[in-house]
């Protein structure tokens, strides 16, 4: 490692070249490093030396690091020949003279400068010491050298002028580079060592490879007339695991079975592959499973028959590949093309072929079959609020249970996302397919625990007899998803069959999403405006817009018939801009104080876009943003409650109020109080009825609700009040503001605007 000697072992003039290869890049650094040494000491020395001492010494300096530059940069190709004993030695020399050159500022200088000076010059001789052994860690007999030099006249000089402390420090410090730079170089060499030998075994393994593809792929092999091995190729001998001349002479078949050779239990493709060679017949790329080493392995043979110059049988030639990575390959693909990865049930091509089965069955027994489609209830909310992972586990254990119900007769499956699917091959009874429904519901309702979480899930299914209700496995299927829809409107939780009356209902549907699609062009949206007054004085304080959809071929559709139909097409967030814009631009004209509410999904707000559409309704309208109250629900935070919140901050920066709709029939956490400082609560007209009737929990949840937005500084507003009686329970349980049909029902923006300049209205702004 040092260069000293070279071991009797090993090619040590090539590793040599390989060490001293790393000073030519280097070499600049040094060069660098040295001289901007020199400038430093001489200006250390420049007030107590004469000059003339001093450019002396630079130049000896300067003379050493260019000749050592120039030997450096000699040694750049080092990597590609080999280094001989004269190159070493020069280098040596070279970090000697280097060493006594840098060992003169203090052996010769150090009696003539103040002590102050000897401790800096000491510094810059040390940081040298360090820089050596930094940049030249292949080469650390020269860092010896130039360290042992340098460092051993320093601390000759200091023992000689007294200050012992510092000769103590100079040969600990020196101690340290000697260890430091041994230890770095053993690394250096140990770490080329290592990469020589990856690149001899990267040109071993190129030299194969390009022997293989230049030589023969296939094994080859002959047989006699008794089917007897005569020779096989020395890459068919490697692959049986014997020497080419131990299998000679052994039956063919016998040689490539293995131990089921012993226990005549042969594989039917060796079964085959016998009977061929019997029959004396040419087989090509015939498949067969063998045993070698006690390992089964696919193999690919292919073989004719031989007959000699007068049509005598002469054995058989032929030739053979192992096949079994794109067996076991192209077995994985079949698997993952009919089984779901995530759950390991069969996936949706699996259940269409088991259903195929099932209807070719029943119409040849004139029997029935049956298919279910199960979705998970309030799955979404799990994936959304606890994340995919939770999600995906939830999915493996429903499966799991999905598993345990199952008999020989059903066969379950995941069709995608949180959708599942059970064929009943003989539906005969059909009691059996609601009792199967029944099982699966129960079961999937069941808690479960994961990652410390307990979870409720449900179940919706929809199911379908064939033929009954389909002849073929679309028609079926989709038979039970308009069953399955109808469980999902029901509440879930819940089996329904499939009726014919459902397929007249989704055809409605489809229209009416075809229409829907089309009303904003076709201008047919208005928006209906809803009083909100003052409980005490009765004046109007602002309006709820609520939209209204007058279809041209439908005529009027209530928004519970559309709404969740806008939502499930995703076309609510261009409605829902519409309404924005309008109802912005109709309340302009209305009295400053007036304000305007409208009501936004889950999928409104979560859109990027919303704050910026609420932004340019503004600025067309040149209503001000004060005006502007955006209503949501607590639904919207169980999506994605983090982006929920940060949509909601941005619109209260604006300017803008935000009222919390029908707080108390959902899940009502008041998290959401304490974290969004909503403008209004709004409390559900159920609760009004429930108050005015004397209904105890209606009443106390008023005065709760009154009481806790009291104490956070927002508004209540009433909503449903229809009678007299319910407005004053109102009024007395404390609510500031009241929405209901007693005031004014929804009515057209021109409607609205006339009531601000009837007597009525001015008689009680006056009051007010």
Known sequence: MLGLSSPAGGDWARLRGLQYSSLGSAASIRLATQGAAVLATAALLQRQIHVAAILGWAAMVAATLWQNFRIDRSLADADQRRMSRHEVQTLMVGAVVNGLAWAMPLGCFGLFIAPQAQIKIWTVLAMLMTASAILLPAV????????????????????????????????????????????????????????????????VVSLLLREFEEGEADWLWRTDTARRVRSVSPRFAYALGRDAAEAEGMPFIQLIAGAAWESEQLPSSLHDLAERLKRREYFSNLLVRVTVGGEARWWELSGAPRFDEHGVFDGFRGVGSDVTEARENSDKIAWLARY??????????????????????????????????????????????LGHVVGDQLLARVSDRLKELMSENELCGRLGGDEFAVVIRDASDLGRVDRVAQQVIARLSQPYEIDHHTLYVGASIGSAIGPRDGSTVETLMRSADLALYRSKDAGGNAHFTYEPALHAHAEERRMLEFSLRRALDRNEFSLAYQPVVDAQSEAIVGFEALLRWNCAEQGPVTPAKFIPLAEDTRLMVPIGEWVLQTACREAKNWPEHVRVAVNVSGEQLLDPNFAASIVGALSQSGLSPRRLEIEVTESIFLRDAGLARAALEQIMGLGCGVALDDFGTGYSSLGYLRKLRFSTIKVDRSFVHGAATGNPESLAIIRAVVAMAESLGMSTTAEGAETEKEVEVIRKLGCRRIQGYFFGRPMPAKEAEALFRSPLYLARQNVA
């Open 140 to 203: 650390p007999m020269s860092t010896l050298l130039f360290a042992g030099i340098v460092g051993g006249s320093a601390a000759v000089y200091f023992l000689f002028a007294g200050i012992y402390d510092m000769a103590g420090i100079v040969l600990a410090f020196t101690a340290t580079i000697f260890i430091g730079a041994i230890e770095g170089g053993r690394r250096y060499i140990a770490t080329k060592i290592a990469e020589a030998g990856m690149l001899e075994k990267d040109e």
């Open 340 to 385: 779901d990865t995530l759950t390991g049930l069969p996936n949706r091509m699996m259940l269409t072929e088991a259903l195929g089965d099932a209807l070719a069955y029943a119409e040849q027994w004139r029997s029935r079959c049956a298919f279910l489609m199960i979705d998970l209830d309030r799955f979404k909310a799990v994936n959304d609020t």
